[in-house]
């Protein structure tokens, strides 16, 4: 009988390096001088056919110490003899090679040193064309006046993909979130109009489970078997491999959840004519917010973060009578009547100030490190400052203008202390208040400037000019300054820019309403009268003799109303 005197190899991967490599004994065909078709299992040898499983080759490279090493295993179900191997780290998403060769057995005395090998039928065969699905649900329930609660639910399958592209994202995601909003201000008596108290909480959950080891193309399940095997193999205990197997399976996950508890804007209205109360408590605002989120992927083994924000505002609005009138008793006099209408404000419009900080930390830890990575931490503060003001109007200059100032401070040297250590939140309160001052802002690391004044100058009554051209005019200015503590002076830079602008409108419809002004509604009937007596014959009988009518009752003698003059109204 015939026996194998060579090895048939069949390599493909991204390159040399980094390769998939299946091998056999290779039986020669057997020496017939006239074959025939009845001869052809004698030819190409059933020993000879080729059958690799992509979820059996793949799965060598789990449990592997060294990338930098030929792994073989042997082949089970195949021909005897057959292994796969592997070397370096390819994936079977990325071929860009091919190669097919023959090599001497090791250790045989007899070699070959030249032969012809016959390549035939290379094909794909159970390709994977499972169908994907994905699904999503959503509902949402409002509770009258007080508040609404909502829920969504969604689940996509490794093998879904959209229309557009060729494969899906070869994982299982499931993602569900809940949401309810709710206004305590409802249960308050009607006499604290004004007063919001709005609540509102979600949780959100995201979990991905996927179908290969990230970055390759390995099965997860196939993995975890094949470790399982592995540490069984090596302790003998069937518990340690299944744990070994669950711990592949939990470390491939990533999960994500996010809890959000919030008072987004909130004011208290107490109903109160006492100045205090009215015109500072409650025009005061107030938000608060706290987040915290868990994260976990196959190379973060845990991600814990939390976060609070703190809102503190104070907006006041003058009443917009707070003017007078200097030449309101000048309407006859001459260079004075103009200004009859004018107004001088003497309050700022509108002032509004703003004091928001933020704290925030993050802890991680790494997979395959036994510490925690350093804490990631941030306390900060921004302080705003604007208002509005309109000096004159109706006169001849209306000039108007805004101011605001934004500055902003780190306070992140509060959190540890001199040996690196958290320290607790009182501690941190003690330094903040009744210190070297009041309050105490850190270190202020941004300033921001910006004025701008606006004037609409009244154009002189000439011609009507003014009727149909308007005139304004905006110069704006900003002011800018970092600094960047980590850097130290070089992290120091100013910086500014100004802005002018001038614009006119002009209003066509008043220039023709003033130039060319309508007819009047008299003179209009009058022309049409005429067109209004025609006819002949049957079809004009009523138009000929038409029914008499009463003349209107006479008039007293009084200048007619300037209401039927449309010109005149226009003007």
Same mark, same amino acid.
Request: net charge neutral.
């Given at each position: ?37 009845? $001869?052809? &299992? ?47 780290? &390819? ?249 009859? $209408? ?88 003690? $330094? ?140």
């Amino acid at each position: 009988p015939l026996k194998p005197s060579a090895r048939i190899f069949l390599r493909m991967g991204s390159d040399s390096l980094n390769y998939y490599e299946y091998s056999a004994p290779l039986m020669p065909a057997a020496p017939i001088a006239r074959p025939s078709a009845s $001869d052809a &299992p004698l030819i190409w040898r059933p020993e000879n056919n080729i059958d690799i499983k992509f979820a059996d080759l793949t799965a060598i490279k789990q449990g592997r110490d060294s990338t930098n090493i030929l792994i073989t295993d042997s082949l089970t179900g195949g021909p005897i003899g057959s292994k796969y191997s592997v070397f370096g780290n &390819p994936t079977l998403t990325r071929i860009t090679f091919m190669s097919i060769g023959i090599e001497n057995p090791a250790g045989s005395k007899k070699t070959i040193d030249s032969a012809t090998i016959w390549v035939n039928e290379l094909r794909l065969s159970d390709v994977d064309d499972s169908k994907g699905w994905a699904y999503s649900v959503s509902t949402s329930v409002k509770l009258a006046d007080l508040g609404a609660m909502a829920f969504s639910y969604s689940e996509v399958d490794p093998n879904f993909h959209q229309l557009e592209a060729r494969f899906g994202n070869r994982s299982t995601s499931r993602n569900w979130t809940f949401s309810t909003n709710l206004a305590f201000e409802r249960f308050l008596p009607a006499e604290w109009t004004g007063t919001t108290l709005p609540f509102s909480f979600s949780h959100t959950e995201a979990i991905s489970k996927p179908k290969y080891l990230p970055s390759s193309d390995i099965e997860v399940a196939k993995a975890a078997e094949r470790q399982r095997e592995i540490v069984i193999g090596k302790t003998g205990s069937v518990q340690a491999g299944n744990m070994e197997a669950d711990r592949i399976l939990f470390e491939s996950q990533t999960l994500s959840t996010t809890d959000t508890y919030a008072l987004p804007t909130f004011k208290i209205s107490i109903p109160s004519e006492n100045w205090v109360m009215r015109d500072f408590f409650n025009k005061l605002s107030y938000g608060f917010s706290y987040t915290k989120s868990l994260v976990r992927t196959p190379s973060i083994e845990y991600q814990k973060s939390w976060s609070w924000n703190g809102h503190l505002g104070y907006s006041y609005t003058t009443s917009p009578d707070n003017y007078f009138s200097p030449f309101a008793g000048f309407e006859n006099v001459f260079l004075l009547g103009g200004l009859r $209408d004018l107004r001088i404000y003497y309050p700022l419009q509108n002032i509004s100030m703003n004091l928001n900080a933020a704290r925030s930390q993050t802890h991680q830890r790494m997979r395959g490190q036994a510490l925690e990575s350093p804490a990631s931490r941030g306390l900060s503060a921004q302080r705003s400052l604007s208002f509005s003001w309109k000096l004159t109007e109706n006169g001849y200059l209306n000039l108007s203008g805004d101011y605001s100032v934004d500055i902003a401070s780190t306070l992140v040297h509060l959190e540890t202390n001199r040996f690196g250590r958290q320290r607790n939140f009182s501690s941190i309160l003690g $330094d903040l208040f009744f210190n070297d001052q009041l309050v105490s802002f850190g270190y202020d690391n941004s300033y921001n400037q910006n004025i701008s004044v606006n004037t609409h100058p009244r154009i002189p009554e000439i011609l009507d000019i003014n009727k149909y051209l308007t005139l304004s005019a905006r110069y704006s200015v900003s002011f800018r300054w970092q600094n960047n503590l980590q850097l130290g002076d070089l992290g120091k830079g100013t910086s500014w820019g100004n802005n002018i602008s001038l614009s006119s409108d002009i209003s066509l419809k008043q220039f023709v309403e003033t130039w060319f002004p309508a007819k009047k509604t008299d003179e209009t009937q009058a022309e049409q009268a005429p067109a209004q007596q025609a006819g002949r014959g049957r079809g004009h009988e009523e138009e000929e003799n038409p029914p008499q009518q009463v003349p209107p009752a006479p008039q007293p003698a009084t200048p007619l109303a300037p209401s039927h003059d449309s010109s005149a109204t226009r003007d």
